[in-house]
């Protein structure tokens, strides 16, 4: 006997029942909208901001580099009404340069969670929420390049740090 799927269980973009197949295409979809967000992957600098005409400034921050992976911040970063610092959406996101997927591990602070032993409670859980984190990701994305947000040359800082795949073999 089946259990009866509640719309928690449905994909909110297409009402399908989630597959761990459809997450990894919006992981790849998500890939291919920071690629045209940020053209140089790797990174070759530590922060830089891009203005549109139209949003609000978008910092960019990379918070660890890896030969493979990177892991970065993406966030508006701006003072509220009473002049405190505000960083929202604050979006951790985990790039995988060599399977071209990118990852939204949180939405707000640190991600906490770390992967268990397969079958633990908390791994539905997590899944379950990056449903939510990865539309999310992919959606302020897509607003973000309508707005003519980007990290090209012109828009980053000129001081360029080494990427890692550029380092010399130890």
């Known amino acids: 006997m089946q259990a009866d799927m509640t719309t928690s269980d449905r994909c909110p973009c297409c009402g399908q029942p989630r597959r761990i197949a459809h997450l990894v295409d919006l992981y790849e979809r998500s890939y291919r909208l920071l690629e045209r967000l940020v053209p140089e992957l790797n990174l070759p600098f530590e922060r830089a901001v891009s203005k549109s005409a139209s949003d609000l400034p978008l910092v960019l921050t990379v918070v660890e580099r890896a030969p493979y992976t990177a892991e970065l911040r993406l966030t508006y970063e701006f003072k509220d009404e009473h002049g405190e610092r505000r960083l929202e959406p604050d979006m951790w996101i985990k790039v995988y340069r060599d399977a071209r997927v990118a990852e939204a591990l949180d939405c707000g602070q640190r991600p906490t969670w770390l992967a268990r ?14 449903w939510g984190r990865n539309h ?35």
């Not at 607003?143 to 795949?165: C, E, M, N, S, T």
């Open 136 to 170: 999310m990701l992919a959606k302020w994305l897509e607003y973000l390049l309508d707005h003519g947000h980007g990290f090209a040359i012109a828009a980053r800082p000129r001081q360029v740090k080494p990427a890692v795949d550029d380092l010399p073999a130890e």
């Open 117 to 130: 032993i397969f079958g633990d409670s908390q791994a539905h859980d997590y899944l379950h929420d990056q």
